[in-house]
């Protein structure tokens, strides 16, 4: 909510006042008169600064308003309400089901998650930014549907295998919301499957809260950009550090050995996340880009390697 107020501080009052002749008579009194009744205007019009701590509900009423009546008064207005994101949504991780079993040869540990929208501002009429909502809602339903066949594939799979009572075999599955801000939401899936070898495998959930929509890799980028290249380049250069900085470390790159499958560049759909100070973060699962006993690997792109291309 934080992030709302302060896009909607952003937004330049004397301009609004300027372009009044854009609004209705009834318009420009309800906006006017609800800005001075917030504290975002004196009584003389000028615009006062003010905390940005204040409850869920009147960010999202203050912001509700203004996205009604402000983008058509300002470009600038407008462009500063399309950075909003929809108002108050909030996603939920839930555990709807522990599938749970133990043997002396087999074991599961499977949570089956569900993501859940709760909006802040369910006293604010919020019909003008349906839309959005309905993406988000949308976008949410296609990630829960992903889960679910997923988590039953797994349960399928592991109750097959203990059903022939032969060899040993567990398959353990979890989840953690790795980031979460007001205009981004990622939820990882841990998959660990042990039969003959164990393997380790993840998968990435991304909702732009901006949009509503789900995101990917490309989604961070300008349109048609090539992130491929400068990624895959400042991955290659951190690997190579890596190994002359530490000999028990290795990747398959610039290897003549046939140990694996030579890394050349990531996929258009590569596992990522963002992390506390907004880097991308690539992620490979096991045996992806090093041998097995490397397990999860993953690199904070540099920044600067992206900074031409990035939104």
């Known amino acids: 909510m934080a992030r709302i107020y302060e896009m909607c501080n952003d937004i330049d009052s004397e301009n609004i006042l300027q372009e009044k002749e854009q609004l209705s008579r009834e318009e420009r009194g309800k906006l006017i008169d609800f800005m001075k009744s917030e504290g975002i205007f004196s009584e003389n019009g000028k615009k006062k600064r003010r905390n940005a701590g204040r409850t869920v509900v009147w960010a999202a009423a203050a912001a509700a308003l203004l996205l009604v009546i402000v983008p058509n008064t300002s470009a600038k207005a407008a462009y500063a309400m399309e950075q909003i994101p929809i108002l108050g949504n909030v996603i939920k991780a839930v555990t709807i089901r522990n599938y749970q079993y133990e043997s002396d040869n087999y074991s599961a540990d499977i949570q089956k998650v569900r993501l859940e929208q709760s909006n802040g501002a369910e006293k604010v009429e919020m019909k003008d930014v349906g839309t959005e909502a309905d993406r988000m809602e949308g976008s949410i339903q296609t990630i829960n549907e992903s ?66 929509e789900i995101a990917s890799l490309k989604n961070l980028f300008k349109e048609g950009a090539d992130y491929i290249t400068p990624i895959s380049e400042n991955i290659k250069e951190q690997m190579r550090e890596e190994m002359l900085a530490d000999e028990s470390k290795i990747y398959w790159v610039d290897s003549e050995e ?23 973060v690539i992620c490979f699962d096991e045996y992806e880009v090093a041998p097995g006993y490397m397990g999860l690997v993953e690199f904070a792109v540099d920044e600067e390697a992206v900074a031409d291309i990035r939104k």
């Open 258 to 280: 046939e140990m694996g499958e030579q890394f050349e560049t990531i996929k258009e759909d590569q596992n990522f996340y963002l992390n506390e100070k907004g880097q991308i």
């Open 147 to 212: 889960i679910e066949e997923m988590t039953d594939r797994l349960i399928a799979r592991f109750e097959e295998q203990k059903e022939q009572e032969e060899g040993h075999g567990s398959i353990d599955m979890s989840y953690e919301v790795v980031t979460d801000t007001d205009t981004w939401f990622t939820l990882r899936i841990d998959v660990t499957e042990i039969a003959a070898s164990g393997f380790q495998y993840q998968s990435y959930y991304h909702i732009d809260k901006t949009t509503g």
